[in-house]
């Protein structure tokens, strides 16, 4: 019989909809059939799946791999999978997930060329689209800083299309420590502003984006912190060549991530 959302195993799932319990369970949930299938992919971090029988019949892969791995596939109504989603037209599969974020330390270890901070930025659905991008331009890692959303925000996880279970997701409460710790692992640190003192072709040009780069994001509201800019090696403008006042975050963090992707290949 498939479960309501009035079975215990749907309110316990549904419960991690809120930060206060994926923090205590260190739990969160995936939506959606491609963020399942990367989810899966990773050995170990689905500790269950629910889906509708329209969805598990129409993606058997994702059924088959689950119960393959010892996984527990649980069917549900569509009034419990709605209960579990936050989307207006849910895609009839949610997992339930291990948190996959790794220390500063961890991820450093790996010596990534290429890393997107996300400093105190509140929006998951930007969030998500940088995590996203980041992971598209080969980034190693992307780290939340300070007072940042939480990565596992249902918003979040959806823009981020699969991409948190791709690089090494850090959580950092000291932001100005996590620049310390870059530049001590040999990157070079660069802070977007709109008022930065370098443009963002001259670093081209120039052949300063070559090096190991960590880029810093701050919130569209408020940008980023003043101690966060002092502690860069150079801030950065990206050039506006028509009238639009300044660009998105979102659109800001594409350009800045995939300028250094090109110049590191």
Known sequence: ???????????????????????????????????????LARPGVVTELFGTTTALDRYPELAATAARTDVPVSEVT???????????????LVAVCRHVDVSLEQALAGAPRLVAVLAEIRDPGNAGT???????????????AGDAVDPYNGKCVRASAGSLFHVDVVRATDPVAVVDALRAAGLSI???????????????????LVRPTAWLF????????????????TTVRVPLYGRAESLNLAAAAAVCLYASARAQR
Do not use: N
């Not at 569509?78 to 009839?92: F, N, R, S």
């Not at 963002?200 to 300063?208: E, H, I, K, V, W």
């Open 1 to 39: 019989m498939a479960f309501t959302p009035r079975t215990p195993r749907v309110v316990a799932a549904r419960r991690l909809q809120r930060r206060r319990d994926r923090d205590a369970t260190g739990r969160f949930l995936a939506e959606g059939p491609q963020a399942v299938r990367e989810a």
């Open 78 to 92: 569509d009034d419990a999978i709605a209960a579990l989603t936050e989307t207006v037209a849910p895609q009839g």
């Open 130 to 144: 940088v995590l996203r991008t980041a992971d598209a331009a080969g980034a190693g890692a992307v780290i939340f």
């Open 190 to 208: 660069f802070a977007t502003t709109g008022y930065g003192d370098s443009d963002l072709d001259d670093l081209t040009d120039y052949g300063r």
């Open 218 to 233: 701050g919130s569209e509201a408020h940008g980023l912190p003043e101690e966060l800019t002092a502690a860069a090696d």
